[in-house]
């Protein structure tokens, strides 16, 4: 592992029982070398956790609705698309705004800013009297998703050790079975609703589907007060070590204590790093460039395929099995649970043993074969054909629960250092959300002229995936990324597995 030496720390040779921090250098090695109890980052590990956990939620709430929304007011083909897509849009947005204001202004203002887009958004969505209002409240809650997962990323990232179990890759990966968690969620909640409101009030069914987004924002809000705080690794880079020194004791239980030449030292050792939003640009220089791509390339074909599939999950079930609505809800609850949120279990229980690249190939070849499957099967004529075309859905579900699902946020938030994470996890959601927004866009058209014709093209998606980490070989899990921060650290990866 690449060690930081006795330069960075301002003349301390800074052993891993020495808890005087001198430099941001120090306060990361004792944020990634911990062993003291950490119960309070593991809280702030969960709240950040929440935030994804209502992105997914406030993603997919939509999902059973679109036939009411399209009668309740009239909308043709393409005003529904719009409506749909004014989250993605948003959140295009705000993965560029969250991931500039993550970086400048630090994670703790933006995390604490982000969730009244949340409350208010879900309460102006339920009670839109027309289109326009619910297309304008699923803008703003986009906004609220893209600005979130920066910061929910940096959190996790800068809230866990380095390896070991609980490692930063295991705790990014969480976001994986926290987002499958919120789509089941979404569904019990519709399965709920779908049994008690009385047959007058169901085709409201999707106002309090979105309503309910508000409630878990407001515990969000009222938890995150009492025990969020900035991230001790951003504040030391901004030379405050007093306070990062703060964090460690209450976060880590660690004894930290500032070392006397701490004021003229603080920010020694940095690289001097473009801030503002320049800073995307260094995104595109050095080693950073091949990470980019790569990081780029699995933003885009990963979402594609998932939210194609996803999305148009309850669609498919239903021209499958030409059942009821409630057929449709059981078999789509059982294939997130069963597969999607297991895989992405398996992610956060496997990857510090794995890896990450490893996990990813083996998920995108799991949906080509899945893809492959569903294109050669057609339309199904009995039940055999149909059972063996939700087995291919659950096969694709769980590669991407424990493949590119789960590891294409972890290569966005470990491919860059603390300095510039923010705008690495916001460029990677500009392009994820980007590339969501044409699935939703396509999937009807395609799905007209096409049929089943369609797995074909969706298809490609882990081929590219695939070739794109043949071709880039870099593994991110395990390898000290925030090192690249500090002067005495060559911008290169000396760690086994870690070349690019």
Same mark, same amino acid.
């Given at each position: 592992?690449?060690?930081? &030496? /006795? ?20 306060? &990361? ?11 309070? /980052? ?33 909308? $043709? ?6 409506? #749909? ?87 990014? +990966? ?27 009030? &169901?085709?409201?069914?999707?106002? =309090? ?11 969000? *809000? ?10 001790? #690794? ?31 030292? +603080? ?23 091949? %990470? ?28 499958? !099995? ?18 999607? !949120? ?14 990450? %690249?490893?996990?990813?190939? +083996? ?20 039940? +055999?054909?149909? #059972? ?22 972890? =290569?966005?938030?470990? $491919?860059?250092? /603390? ?19 044409? /699935? ?13 014709? *369609? ?14 980490? !043949? ?30």
């Amino acid at each position: 592992m690449t060690q930081l &030496s /006795a330069d960075v720390s301002s003349g301390s040779t800074s052993p891993e029982n020495d808890y005087t921090i001198h430099s941001a250098a120090d306060v &990361s090695r004792l944020v990634n070398n911990s062993t003291h109890g950490r119960t309070n /980052a593991r809280i702030i590990v969960a709240i950040a956790l929440g935030g994804v956990f209502l992105d997914a939620y406030d993603l997919g709430a939509l999902a059973f609705g679109v036939k009411d929304i399209t009668r309740q007011f009239g909308l $043709s083909p393409s005003g529904i698309g719009m409506v #749909v897509s004014a989250i993605t849009l948003g959140a295009i947005v705000g993965a560029v705004i969250g991931g500039y204001l993550t970086d400048k202004i630090g994670r703790y203002r933006v995390f604490m800013a982000d969730m009244f887009f949340f409350v208010f958004a879900a309460l102006l969505g339920a009670l839109a009297p027309n289109a326009e209002v619910l297309g304008i409240s699923r803008f703003i809650m986009g906004l609220g998703i893209g600005i979130d997962l920066p910061v929910a990323m940096a959190f996790l990232a800068e809230f866990s050790r380095l390896k070991g179990r609980g490692n930063k890759a295991s705790s990014i +990966a969480m976001w994986c079975p926290t987002w499958y968690a919120a789509i089941s969620v979404s569904y019990l909640l519709v399965l709920g609703l779908f049994y008690s409101l009385p047959a007058s009030q &169901s085709e409201y069914l999707w106002r =309090y589907i979105v309503g309910f987004g508000a409630v878990p924002a407001l515990v969000i *809000l009222t938890v995150r007060k009492r025990y969020m705080t900035e991230s001790p #690794v951003w504040a030391a880079q901004q030379g405050d070590l007093t306070s990062a020194a703060s964090i460690l004791q209450t976060a880590y239980n660690i004894p930290a204590t500032v070392g006397k030449d701490a004021v003229l030292h +603080a920010k020694k050792g940095l690289k001097r790093r473009t801030t503002g939003w320049k800073s995307y640009g260094v995104l595109l220089k050095g080693d950073y460039l091949k %990470r980019t791509v790569l990081n780029s390339v699995m933003s885009f074909v990963s979402p594609f395929a998932y939210a194609a599939i996803a999305f148009g999950l309850p669609i498919i079930i239903s021209t499958l !099995f030409k059942q009821s609505m409630l057929t449709t809800i059981l078999v789509s609850l059982a294939l997130n649970l069963l597969f999607a !949120f297991t895989g992405g279990l398996a992610a956060v229980r496997l990857v510090p043993k794995l890896g990450s %690249r490893s996990m990813t190939i +083996a998920g995108y070849t799991c949906q080509l074969v899945a893809l492959l499957g569903l294109a050669l099967a057609g339309r199904p004529e009995d039940t +055999a054909q149909a #059972v063996a075309c939700c087995a291919f859905l659950a096969l694709f579900l769980l590669g991407q629960g424990f493949g590119p699902g789960a590891h294409t946020m972890v =290569y966005a938030s470990l $491919s860059y250092p /603390a300095s510039i994470r923010g705008v690495g996890v916001g460029f990677n959601q500009t392009i994820t959300r980007f590339s969501s927004t044409l /699935a939703l866009f396509l999937f009807p058209i395609l799905t007209a002229s096409l049929d089943t014709g *369609l797995f074909w093209v969706i298809a490609l998606s882990p081929v590219i995936g695939l070739l794109a980490l !043949f071709i880039i070989r870099w593994e991110p899990s395990g390898y000290d990324v925030d090192a690249e921060d500090y002067a005495s650290v060559k911008h290169e990866n000396t760690q086994p597995g870690g070349g690019v």
